[in-house]
């Protein structure tokens, strides 16, 4: 879970290559098939040169603030790992 309690759906930075689906706890089963058409329109809006974000799934985003953690946070560990 992230720290804010929401699971992390969408690219870690604005330039970054790496894409997250994470953070739902045990309840991934069941939000697999939503979480999944999501990001499949992220990454075909991506693909074809648009806006990464879909209207509508900022609170979800990995960039979002939350307590305790920073979007740059994230972005460092994508690069380091």
């Keep these: 879970c992230s720290a804010d309690g929401r699971p ?20 991934g089963f069941k939000f697999a098939p939503g979480v999944a058409h999501i990001a499949v329109e992220q ?3 991506h693909l074809a040169g648009k806006d990464r974000a879909c ?5 979800l985003s990995p960039g979002r603030s939350m307590p305790g953690f920073s979007a ?8 380091q790992s």
């Design 43 to 45: 990454l075909r809006r």
């Design 8 to 27: 992390m759906l969408g690219f870690c930075a604005e330039r970054s290559p790496v894409y997250l689906a994470a953070g739902m706890s045990g309840l």
């Design 55 to 59: 209207s509508g799934w900022s609170a």
């Design 72 to 79: 740059q946070d994230l972005a460092l560990a994508s690069v």
